[in-house]
Nanobody
Framework: QVQLVESGGGLVQPGGSLRLSCAAS????????MGWFRQAPGKEREFEGR????????YYTDSVKDRFTISRDNAKNTVYLQMNGLKPEDTAVYYC????????????????WGQGTQVTVSS
């Protein structure tokens, strides 16, 4: 079993940066693909990117590619989402989640979820 806790959200001006962290408990974290999702107000939750268990492979959607970077430190049981060049449309609750699938972007394939952290991009 994996328990996930996100942190690092907050209010940032357009063009600014934030780094979200997702701390995991459980020995199986190191074998899990980790994904980041977000849910904007009034919208469904959407997949934004993932990182393989080793950290060697990442994937991003077009909406965040070249601005967001996912990394992980398996020694610290933590995955990160570095967000640069933030835009108002990035405002959302951000979730990390774990999956036994290698390359899924379907939230149904992510079995454990954090509680989410709010990111607000506004001047």
């Amino acid at each position: 079993q994996v328990q996930l806790v996100e942190s690092g959200g907050g209010l940032v001006q357009p063009g600014g940066s934030l780094r979200l962290s997702c701390a995991a408990s459980g020995r199986t974290f190191r074998s899990k693909t980790m994904g980041w999702f977000r849910q904007a107000p009034g919208k469904e939750r959407e997949f934004e990117g993932r990182i393989s268990w080793s950290g060697g492979r990442t994937y991003y959607t077009d909406s965040v590619k070249d601005r967001f970077t996912i990394s992980r430190d398996n020694a610290k049981n933590t995955v990160y989402l570095q967000m640069n060049g933030l835009k108002p449309e990035d405002t959302a609750v951000y979730y990390c989640a774990s999956s036994d699938y290698y390359n899924s972007d379907n939230e149904e394939n992510y079995g454990y979820w954090g509680q989410g952290t709010q990111v607000t991009v506004s001047s």
